[in-house]
């Protein structure tokens, strides 16, 4: 506490009116002043004492209590922060601060830190928040102490009014070299089958020249290539299956890192079918063949191409040719010349009636290895000598029939396979609910290597999968599945099933038999295993950090799934391996924006600092770190040199009492006022 003593007004009159009045009195003594008049003087001494008793001046002596000024110091807590002996540098500046505040009681301290975010350094955010609770007219001045990688750096500075210095401290070596990969443009999605074309840059502080890129996708095998360096390079990555596709992109390291972090990338392009067409030949109309037809209409990514043998070449009758409502079934523009643009080719109760030639059979055949889909459903025909499984196409068919065929009710079952195969997996009914509806009539067949499904109750396969080559190709053992698209005795589920079957000959890789995938919640990996067998692999955990760990995969309640989960460790892309199968995840973004430039820069807040009149400093690294020296300056001073930064002084006080003495007692000038006047009228009387 301190005493002050101070002048203070209260005028009984407003201010102006007293000073027209006294401007009025001084303007007639003067005119008589210059017209040689008596008593000019005395007359205008007693208008200024008037002006005195209006103004009521008073001495006030009053206890003050003085009112520590407040310091604001944000502190980049980011991730770009740990590079070097950044944090390390930070520390010993705010420690600095610190004793700076004990040491001074009219300085106080408000902390606050720059945290990680997904977008990056947000200096702006700690900021407001800091100054929300401090008074503007106590603010003694602002110190950031960052590397200057500031993501929401104001771009008008001088719309952020502080009405105090704000200081710069840049953590870090400025002159510091490093190499980074950017992404420049990347598709959000593409097309199944066509590539994704996206666009890179490597940029090298310390080199130019070309550098090795390697390419991913989805953690497989790496594809490498040169790249000009500060140039960007367009590069077209497959797109594969439906869904997320990660391209994973890295440089080689360049003479000079501050970290390998920036050296990856990562682009994610979400996969989507084009419309899928799908070529279905329906050997003979039968009850199942509208159920095909409608269960493929039903889907609107689907385009169809339905033919039905009505009338082959064996069946004479007498009806003329231009009384036919058919058409002859184009065999050579659907198998020879467009056969590749279907997705899916469906035989339907097919029997060879010399339609179709030996050649076109073994071109289908090449189509499925080559990484076509086929699915057969058989009738009768499949167990006689005209069955297609008698043509080439019996290379890539996955089942061989014995020549019988099986009559009889019965409820098809799913296997042990099936009830861990996804694309039959939870099909079945719940324990205490109806069972699947019967069929009539199965084709005796032996399976020839893949996954069998679904079966009778006496072991006779009814669905077969199996890969081909490149492709996929599937069997249905029986024409009665219609009987459950109708709700016979409950029906079942062939919608689903047969989507599935669908999609798995089209190679979707979450129905695929052994599969890995994973995905990151709330900063969670989960990792799942599909697989046939009854255990799973250990799952080897690469984290981007460059640790690892390896761990055992555990059961779940649904048969074939094993599921792993882990903390997740750091930000970027994890890979992920249990045996044979790869796969990659994204910790945050995929391409974090605070790694995007690690080197440090006083640009970003220049502006900042030069509005205020603040300063600048670098205070360098760990082992080799540089403080400024701190002042205390007053408000209208400089607030920054070339060794040293300023707070401003802004004395502010709170009063704790006051005494008021009146400097003009109305007794005591009314005298001297009469004294003046009778001065003047002497004066004036001579």
């Known amino acids: ?49 008037i002006a005195l008793v209006l103004l009521n001046p008073s001495l006030v002596d009053e206890q003050r209590d003085p009112l520590p000024d407040i310091a604001v110091v944000l502190t980049d807590r980011t991730e770009s922060m740990a590079i070097g002996g950044r944090s390390e540098a930070a520390d010993a500046a705010l420690a600095e601060l610190r004793s700076l505040a004990e040491r001074d009681d009219t300085l106080e301290l408000v902390e606050a830190e720059m945290t990680r975010s997904p977008d990056g350094s947000l200096m702006m955010d700690a900021f407001n928040s800091a100054l929300a609770g401090v008074p503007r007219d106590r603010l003694a001045g602002v110190v950031a102490i960052t590397d200057g990688q500031i993501h929401d750096a104001p771009g008008d500075a001088n719309a952020v009014d502080l009405g105090a210095p704000f200081h710069h401290l840049m953590a870090g070596d400025p002159d510091a070299g490093d190499r980074r990969l950017i992404v420049v443009e990347s598709p959000r999605y593409g097309l199944v089958g066509d590539p994704a074309v996206f666009t890179v840059r490597v940029e090298d502080d310390a080199m130019s020249g070309t550098a090795t890129v390697t390419f991913r996708i989805d953690g ?56 899928l067409r799908v070529l279905l030949v329906t050997g003979e109309p039968h009850n199942g063949a509208r159920a095909w037809r409608d269960l493929l209409k039903s889907d609107p990514s689907v385009d169809l191409v339905h033919f039905t043998i009505l009338r082959p070449p064996d069946r004479q009758d ?50 499925v290895e080559n990484g076509g889909a086929l699915l057969v459903t058989a009738g ?21 029939p014995t020549g019988y065929v099986a009559t009889g009710p019965f409820r098809p079952e799913l296997t042990d396979t099936g009830a861990r195969h996804p694309v039959t997996a939870g099909l079945a009914p719940p324990e205490g609910e109806a069972p699947w509806g019967r069929w009539f009539r199965r084709i005796d067949a032996t399976p020839l290597g893949g996954e069998t499904l679904l079966q009778a109750p006496d072991g006779g396969p009814l669905l077969v999968l199996s890969h081909a080559g490149d492709g996929r190709a599937a069997i249905l053992l029986s024409d009665q599945s219609w009987l459950w698209g109708r709700g016979f005795e409950g029906g079942g589920p062939d919608a689903e099933m047969f989507r599935r079957v669908a999609h798995w000959l089209m190679q979707e890789p979450e129905l695929d038999e052994e599969h890995l995938s994973a995905v990151v919640r709330d900063g969670q990996l989960e990792v799942q295993r599909r697989t046939l067998a009854q255990t ?20 779940g309640d649904t048969p074939g799934l094993f599921t792993a989960e882990r903390e997740g460790r750091s930000t970027g892309l994890v890979r992920l391996r249990s045996g044979d199968l790869t796969t990659v995840a994204a910790l945050g973004p995929l391409n974090p924006r605070e790694y995007s430039n690690l080197v440090p820069t006083r640009e970003l807040l220049t502006g900042l600092v030069d509005t205020s009149d603040g300063g600048f400093a670098a205070i360098g690294e760990a082992g080799d770190t540089v403080l400024p020296q701190w002042r205390r300056t007053r408000a209208d001073a400089v607030h920054a040199g070339r060794s040293w930064l300023g707070l401003k002084r802004n004395e502010r006080f709170i009063v704790r009492a006051a005494e008021r003495t009146p400097l003009a007692p109305a007794l005591i000038v009314l005298l001297i006022i009469l004294t003046t006047l009778g001065l003047a009228w002497r004066r004036e009387g001579r």
């Not at 367009?234 to 390291?253: K, Q």
């Not at 984290?543 to 059961?555: C, I, K, L, R, Y």
């Open 1 to 49: 506490m301190f005493e002050a003593t101070t002048i203070d007004f209260a005028p009984i009159l407003p201010v102006g009116v007293i000073a027209l009045m006294s401007g009025a009195a001084l303007a007639a003594a003067l005119a008589g002043a210059l017209m040689r008049l008596n008593g000019w003087l005395w007359r205008s001494l007693t208008a200024l004492l």
């Open 220 to 275: 497989g095998d790496p594809v490498t290539a040169r790249v000009a360096i500060g140039e960007d390079t367009r590069v077209e990555a497959p797109i594969d299956h439906r869904g997320a596709n990660v391209v994973e992109i890295e440089v080689e390291p360049g003479p000079e890192e501050l970290s390998l972090v920036n050296n990856r990338a990562a682009v994610s392009v979400t996969g989507v079918r084009d419309r």
């Open 536 to 555: 799973a692999p250990p799952l080897d955990i690469a984290w981007p950090d460059g640790s690892g760990e390896t761990v055992d995969m555990q059961a």
């Open 318 to 367: 007498a009806t003329p040719i231009d009384e036919l409502a058919l058409i002859a079934f184009p065999t050579r523009e659907l198998f020879a010349e467009s056969l590749d643009e279907f997705d899916l080719v469906i035989f339907d109760r097919y029997r060879r009636r010399g339609i179709m030639p030996p050649l076109y059979f073994d071109y289908i055949a090449r189509y």
């Open 380 to 400: 009768p025909p499949f167990a006689a000598p005209v069955s297609i499984y008698r043509t080439p196409l019996a290379a890539v068919i996955p089942a061989r």
